[in-house]
Each structure stands twice: as structure tokens, then as C-alpha cells.
């Protein structure tokens, strides 16, 4: 069996990406940090606030690593995916990995926008 593929740089851009978006969704749907994780008061996400509180302990519980840069490609999947579910079942909250479709898409989206104005 081979081993699983270690990260790749793109893929670690892309967990950054999708940790700023998750920031940006959790603050415009209401849900700052004190909703989230009952404290006392009110914090805004940051990138750095859902690796910390949401993607780290999720990864730590599953997978037993604490770096990111231990994670293989099919651990990234796999945190994804329960960060996902948990998410979406708990806060109704959906955000998508990045990749380059998703990237190009959006940036599609905003050009059209734009000519209408």
C-alpha cells in the first residue's frame, strides 16, 4: 500500500483560503465566537481564529496531528468533511474548499456583476 501524498503548497494555500472564507461566513451569518463556542464575549473570526478553534481541534481528534504540515491530501478531505457536516447540520453554514473552478467561478460572478453597474 502506498503511503498518502503529503500536502502540496496549493493545497495549503487553499486550506488558508477557505479558513479566511469561513471566517467571512461565520461573521456575516451572526455566528461570532461567543455563539460558537459559548464564551463571554464577542470576537470576530479571523483565518487564524477557525485553523485555531474549528480545523485544529478536528484535525487533532481524528487524525492525532498537530500540524497542519504533517497533513496528507486524504486528511485534508477527511477534516474538510466533518468541519463541513458539523457546520452545515449545526450553524447552516456551507463553504466549499477552494480550487481553482471554484476561484474562477466566483471571479466570473463579480465580472458580471460588474458590467451591470
Known amino acids: 500500500m502506498k503511503p498518502d501524498k ?18 467571512q461566513k461565520l461573521n456575516e451569518s451572526g455566528w461570532d465566537m461567543k455563539k460558537t463556542l459559548k464564551q463571554e464575549i464577542d470576537i470576530a473570526w479571523t483565518k487564524e481564529s477557525v485553523k485555531e478553534y474549528l480545523w485544529r481541534p478536528i484535525m487533532e481528534a481524528m487524525l492525532k496531528k498537530e500540524s497542519t504540515k504533517d497533513l496528507t491530501t486524504k486528511d485534508i478531505d477527511q477534516v474538510m468533511d466533518t468541519l463541513t457536516r458539523y457546520l452545515g447540520d449545526r450553524l447552516g453554514i456551507q ?5 481553482i473552478e471554484t476561484l474562477l467561478l466566483k ?7 460588474l458590467t451591470k453597474i
Open 107 to 113: 471571479e466570473r460572478i463579480n465580472d458580471s456583476e
Open 6 to 23: 503529503p500536502r502540496t503548497l496549493t493545497q495549503n494555500k487553499a486550506l488558508h483560503l477557505m479558513y479566511e472564507h469561513l471566517a
Open 95 to 99: 463553504v466549499d474548499f477552494p480550487s
